[in-house]
């Protein structure tokens, strides 16, 4: 089976970086994605790590450690924009299918 | 590009009402992909496709069906509506699985209750 674990909420202030972890324990592993999420909204796609190391876009990086199943999402000169969920989603043996951690919720302050 | 749309975007079922979620996508795509989102949780695979004609389970797949019969439609069944199908539904689509097709497109939700 698969099994992903994240932060529930965490806040944070306007301008500053927030790192927001990951762990899973997989049956196979094809890929580790980041989705973000407002409020009433669909998932928009952050980012895609399957080789180890990090993996920088912008004000946002993703870091993946597959040797002990761990990843992190940065994102850095925080906005009010960011307040969302953001979610990290396993690939495992089954190329088609990917299995989302229930999500951690970002509350950026002023 | 219109991207993946579903409709209804709201609906209230009286339990044992069947109903279909309607999903189109203009993308091209040959992966479709059906979830349901809970309150406060994650996303669950109901049900995928890799191309019209072939379907598949997911994780929670029961009282549920869909169909592809086109590229572009992938219509969800709720036979039978229960209160524990109360839910969000997404809707998403993808290129493929692989290289740089495998991201997933969504669609904005259909917020079901079944009461």
């Known amino acids: 089976g698969q099994n992903i674990d994240q932060p529930t909420e965490m806040t944070a202030t306007e301008g500053a970086i927030v790192q927001i972890n990951c762990t899973y324990q997989?049956?196979?592993?094809?890929?580790l994605f980041w989705y973000q999420q407002h409020a009433g909204e669909a998932p928009t796609f952050l980012s895609y790590n399957v080789l180890d190391g990090l993996e920088e876009k912008g004000r946002f990086s993703s870091f993946l450690s597959r040797s002990k199943g761990y990843s992190y999402l940065l994102l850095k000169e925080l906005q009010m924009k960011d307040s969302a969920s953001y979610l990290c989603?396993?690939?495992?043996?089954?190329?088609?299918?990917?299995?989302f951690g229930t999500g951690t919720r970002l509350l950026v302050s002023p | 590009n219109a991207g993946v749309t579903q409709t209804p975007k709201f609906r209230i079922l009286k339990i044992g009402q069947s109903m279909t979620l309607q999903c189109t996508q203009d993308?091209?795509?040959?992966?479709m992909y059906w979830y349901r989102q809970d309150p406060g949780m994650g996303l669950k695979l109901i049900y995928y496709s890799v191309g019209a004609g072939i379907t598949d389970k997911g994780e929670v797949p029961n009282g549920y069906n869909v169909s592809r019969s086109t590229t572009e439609d992938f219509p969800l069944r709720l036979e039978l509506a229960a209160p524990s199908q109360t839910s969000v539904y997404f809707c998403?689509?993808?290129?493929?699985?692989?290289?740089?097709?495998?991201?997933?497109?969504f669609g904005p939700g259909t917020r079901l209750t079944v009461t």
């Open positions: 998403a689509s993808s290129l493929g699985t692989s290289g740089d097709s495998y991201e997933q497109y």
């Open positions: 989603a396993v690939r495992g043996r089954s190329f088609q299918k990917l299995v």
């Open positions: 997989t049956s196979g592993f094809n890929g």
């Open positions: 993308m091209n795509h040959n992966y």
